[in-house]
């Protein structure tokens, strides 16, 4: 379970004022909630902060039980190595990779033996559509394509908790409509949390919730 | 002309090397120090040179041809014979004597001449007497001027007082020094000078100036029966400088004239004397200047990686570039106008280093870099505009080449494809190149069977280049071998592992420098290795006796009489002496005189070997027989020589001795490290009965069990009878010799350890520029939950790993150039053959070394790196 209570940040730089403050949110295993906002109130830094790779001002965020926002780099770096998957707007899928070493990174990262992290990521992209391509270069494939290798990737590990950032922004809208389809039914099929940040309400309309952020925190929104 | 280059040039190329500072500057400062090594040498080399055509010039005046023989000398007969010819119009003998000087331990060249027929041939060593209460300043470079200018002037003018002391010049006991030799042994007119004659010290009267050697020769002028009276040689020269009638071709007079030389004596003109020093020295020179080439090379290599980096850092800038409608040539011109400007730019910098280096060096050292053949000469510093610019040439061309291929590639790139995201990994993926390096290898290996040219190894070159850049042309295809040797249960290595093996081509960029410093460095070590094992082997072989001792250098004035060595032989606790007397000759068909050695060789501890033997029994019988003659008494040749007079075992050699040819035969090849002209080996019994010489240059001392070492030496020095002698045990002597050779090879070091730099830099600014560039990937490394230190480590193990498969490739090649330096090039140099050792413990330790610094320079290259917003980095689009 994510348990995020009266989470505040201010800006970094600049006045010092709030960028948000007063975020309260509840999530369980399996289910998914899109964040919805006009663009600088800070959607992707919420992300930041549940991800650990920004600081929070105040409040506190518990994963399972366990507080994030006071543990040291190191203890967060694990935290995101074992829990944690993540989708990018720009793929991020590395080049000189095969399409299943890049699906199995993340075991590697948790000292998977290479064989079964192999046969876990072919598993992986075989469910996502890719499983013919396995061994293919991220060179030869479309946007579309790499963004269902970036979905396996994120989800490989079994992670709780799964944070999308604009996922489809670089997709055209049929694509787009695939992998979100995609996305959320392999969230809810591996029990993980999903959190989604986007501009697009067709987007967010795949999610169980949508809420929007606002300075004073989240509030739900209709459902689109 | 644009008095400017164009705005694309200067913002969009020339611009992006002040953007990249330290890639830039590591560049920069890699081609300077290759070209501040080559040009220093050079420098030194010219200025040394200089000085030692003027120290000819001096001593052959306007001879046009001169006799010489054997050092020891010959009859003075042939001098007025060879004046009297119609091809004669002046004719000058000369005793030549390297002086010992035991107050200042070292030798001073001193000259015996005719004062009377030396001013018509070779006027610069007109000796000028001076009164003793002649004011001023007794040295100084401000009285030296005036002296060169005014003596000969004095000389020529006949004053009454220069008349009177005219005649001093003819007394025995005095001698006259060039204002240098005055300088350096700081001496005045009226003072004494103690030079050693056999085992005695005579003292010499400074009774004037030779004014006109300069500044810068030492030497020393006696009339020429005062040298004979005082070096007990009497009847003897060692040259006579002609001057022949005018309009007399030297060529056709040689021609007329050597038929009429005695054996063992040739007509060389001044020009040939010269060379025969300066061939000497030739291939010490070339090979000095060849390594400081590869320093140039490996600085060209560097400029390869860093423009490399920079062409895929840029690949989506040169993609939007000609999709604007940038011309692929002018993309390709741009570029390589980078690597002229770092080239240019280093050039120039190493262009002042080096002159400032030739100036400390010579200093220091004076005009020789460690080999001796230039010793005691005092070079000036002087510009060389023609060699400066050459380098500069080189300089700009180093930076051109290693832009050579980035620029290639960049050109060739397809701008649809450049604009992608992730096409920058193309450039890495780095396909093998079997086939070129397999070319490339194949003619390293015809080049290295080629004989020299002109006594120079330009083929061995040829192969050392080939087989570096063979070298670095299978990087990519063994890096996928090497990867195999990494363990890969853990996630880093696993990653360095998948990174590699998708871009060996990073390897290539990363492991370039790495190979060819490496090469050079391993190739150096085992080549100094193996010289210094097969030199101390040979010393012990050389060297059997417990105790040696000499009056003076071989070739300096002091010897032993034979009374002195019974006297030494009879001591007790003294089992048996070996005398040893040395000597040149002249042999045909070899340039510049050849040493001769006269020892006992029946009987006694063998010549280092290589071939033949020692005498044989029936050999022994026949040295004292009357058939002697007719059967040719035993030679053993040094393997220099046999290979430049093409003999072998058995074959007949003439040599001149005591004025006459002698017949010999060929007994064995020995290996000598001290004699790169040559040198054959004689019975002490046969040089005695041939050329009548009794005398002895060294003594092998062969001790008792029982005797202590230094209770004979005192007894020697008691038997000698206060006589000036020098002894030495062989374990000092070894370690003396030793000692010279480390020191001959510093300058071999500092230019391995300045390689060994430069590919440091290699990895260096290529991991600092590849962290760059990867900053999107570390970022989402990081989201995935890897640390700072991890990112640093695994950078700090791709960068090993790199190191660790260019050491390697770099070993393999360094082995193979050693073969070539040993096989070929040492051998076309010097004659010298030597065994092979590998310096096991040296290279591990190198190579480790090379791996971890690799690590630790890629760490701290990748600092920035670590030290990313994750956040920030992944933002950035691909």
């Known amino acids: 379970m994510l348990r995020i209570e009266n989470l505040s940040k201010r800006f970094d730089r600049g006045p010092g004022h709030p960028l948000f403050q007063g975020v309260n949110l509840h999530l369980q295993p399996g289910e998914s909630v899109a964040v919805m906002g006009e663009s600088g109130v800070g959607k992707s830094t919420l992300l930041n902060c549940i991800a650990g790779l920004e600081s929070v001002d105040g409040g506190s965020i518990r994963l399972r039980g366990r507080e994030l926002t006071t543990l040291d780099e190191d203890a967060r770096a694990m935290l995101r190595r074992r829990d944690f998957g993540f989708v990018f707007q720009a793929f991020h899928i590395l080049p000189h990779l095969t399409l299943a070493q890049n699906v199995a990174l993340p075991l590697w990262l948790l000292d998977q033996p290479e064989a079964d992290a192999d046969r876990r990521a072919r598993a992986m992209l075989e469910r996502v559509g890719l499983g013919q391509r396995a061994d293919d270069w991220p060179r030869y494939l479309s946007g579309g394509e790499l963004q269902r290798v970036a979905i396996a990737r994120s989800l490989v590990h079994e992670p709780a908790l799964v944070l999308c950032d604009e996922p489809t922004g670089n997709l055209d809208p049929e694509r787009a409509v695939d992998v979100l389809g995609l996305l959320f039914e392999r969230i809810r099929d591996a029990g993980a949390i999903g959190i989604l940040v986007t501009h697009s309400r067709t987007a967010a309309g795949h999610a169980d919730r949508l809420l929007s952020l606002t300075a004073s925190g989240l509030r739900e929104s209709p459902a689109a | 002309m644009r008095p400017t280059p164009s705005p694309v040039l200067r913002r969009l190329f020339l611009g992006s090397l002040r953007r990249r500072r330290l890639a830039t500057a590591l560049s920069l400062l890699a081609i300077a120090l290759g070209v501040t090594l080559g040009l220093a040498v050079q420098l030194i080399h010219a200025a040394a040179i200089e000085e030692f055509d003027r120290g000819v010039r001096l001593v052959t005046g306007v001879a046009d041809l001169q006799a010489v023989g054997p050092r020891m000398g010959f009859d003075e007969a042939l001098y007025p014979r060879l004046a009297r010819r119609p091809e004669i119009d002046s004719a000058s003998p000369v005793l030549e004597v390297q002086a010992q000087l035991p107050e200042h331990q070292r030798r001073l060249r001193l000259l015996g001449v005719d004062v009377f027929r030396v001013g018509a041939v070779t006027p610069g060593l007109l000796p000028v007497p001076e009164a003793e209460a002649d004011p001023g300043p007794e040295t100084g470079a401000g009285r030296d001027t005036a002296d060169v200018a005014g003596a000969a002037q004095a000389a020529d003018a006949g004053s009454a007082d220069a008349a009177a002391d005219r005649f001093a010049i003819l007394r025995e006991d005095v001698v006259f020094l060039s204002p240098a030799a005055l300088n350096r042994l700081g001496l005045s007119v009226g003072d004494r000078l103690q030079v050693q004659a056999g085992t005695q010290t005579l003292g010499l009267r400074v009774a004037g100036r030779v004014p006109g050697a300069g500044l810068d020769q030492e030497l020393a002028v006696m009339d020429i029966a005062a040298a004979q009276q005082a070096f007990d040689r009497l009847g003897r020269l060692t040259r006579v400088d002609l001057r022949l009638v005018a309009g007399m071709d030297p060529k056709r007079a040689r021609d007329a004239l050597q038929g009429q030389m005695p054996a063992g004596i040739v007509l060389r003109t001044p020009e040939e004397s010269a060379d025969e020093v300066l061939g000497l020295s030739r291939a010490y020179r070339v090979n000095l200047t060849m390594l400081a080439a590869i320093a140039l090379l490996t600085g060209g290599f560097l400029v390869f990686s860093t423009q490399l980096l920079a062409v895929v850092r840029r690949r989506r800038e040169f993609a939007f570039l000609r999709a604007l409608g940038l011309g692929r040539r002018r993309l390709l011109g741009g570029l390589l106008a980078e690597g002229a400007v770092l080239g240019l ?119 050392v280049a080939l087989v570096l850049v063979g070298a670095v042309l299978v990087l990519p295809g063994v890096t996928p071998w090497g990867l195999r040797l990494l363990p890969v249960h853990r996630p880093l290595p696993r990653l360095a592992r998948a990174r590699l093996s998708a871009a060996p081509g990073q390897v290539a960029v990363a492991g370039a420098g790495v190979v060819a410093s490496v090469a050079l460095a391993v190739s150096m070590a085992i080549m100094v290795s193996s010289f210094r094992v097969s030199l101390d082997d040979w010393l012990g072989r050389m060297l059997p006796a417990d105790l040696y001792l000499r009056a003076a250098e071989s070739d300096a004035s002091g010897y032993l009489e034979p009374a002195a060595v019974a006297a030494v032989e009879a001591l007790p606790g003294v089992i048996r002496v070996r005398p040893v ?35 044989s029994a029936s050999t022994s019988r026949l040295e004292t027989s009357r058939d002697a003659a007719a059967e040719g008494r035993p030679v053993w040749l040094s393997e220099a020589l046999a290979d430049r007079l093409q003999l072998g075992i058995g074959d007949a050699l003439s040599l001149p001795l005591g004025g006459r040819a002698h017949g010999f035969r060929v007994q064995g090849v020995w290996r000598d490290y001290a004699r790169q002209q040559g040198a054959a080996v004689i019975e002490l019994s046969d040089y005695r009965a041939l050329s009548g010489d009794q005398r002895t240059n060294d003594v092998g001392i062969f001790l008792a069990p029982s005797a202590q070492p230094e209770q004979v030496m005192a007894q020697i020095r008691e038997a000698l009878d206060g006589g000036f002698s020098e002894m030495i045990q062989p374990g000092a002597l070894r370690a003396i010799i030793l000692q010279v050779f480390d020191r001959t090879f510093l300058v071999t070091y500092l230019m391995e350890a300045v390689a060994v730099l430069i590919g440091l830099f290699g990895i260096s600014t290529t991991y600092a520029a590849l962290a760059d560039s990867r900053r999107k990937e570390f970022g989402i490394l990081r989201h995935l939950g890897l640390r700072r230190r991890e990112i640093g480590n695994l950078l700090a193990m791709e960068a090993a790993l790199s190191a660790a498969i260019g050491v390697l490739v770099g070993l393999a090649a360094g082995g193979a150039i050693a073969l070539v330096l040993v096989e070929v090039i040492n051998w076309q140099s010097f004659g010298w053959s030597m065994d092979i050792r590998l310096p096991v413990g040296v290279l591990a330790g190198f190579s480790l070394a090379m791996v971890l610094l690799a690590a630790v320079a890629a760490r701290l290259s990748g600092y920035q790196a670590m030290r990313q917003d994750a956040v920030l980095a992944v933002r950035e689009d691909w």
Do not use: C, K, N
Request: net charge positive.
């Open chain 2, 581 to 615: 007397r040395f000597d040149t000759v002249r042999i045909t068909g070899v340039d510049g005189p050849v040493a001769l050695i006269a020892r006992p060789v029946a009987g006694t501890s063998g010549l280092p070997l290589v071939a033949g033997g020692p005498p």
């Open chain 2, 345 to 463: 730019v280093g050039g120039l910098l190493g262009i002042l280093l080096s002159y400032l280096l030739a100036a400390l060096a010579m200093g220091f050292l004076g005009g020789d870099l460690g080999a001796g053949f230039f010793q005691g000469l005092q070079p000036q510093l002087r510009a060389q505009p023609v060699v400066t610019l050459i380098y500069l040439g080189l300089a700009v061309l180093a930076g051109v080449a290693g832009a050579w291929l980035p620029a290639r590639e960049a050109a060739r790139m397809l701008p649809a494809h450049g604009l992608r995201s992730g096409d920058e990994s193309e450039v890495f993926r780095g396909r093998p190149r079997w086939g070129l390096a397999g070319l490339v290898l194949a003619a390293a290996l015809v080049s290295a069977l080629l004989p020299s040219v002109g006594g120079i190894p330009v083929f061995g070159y040829a192969a």
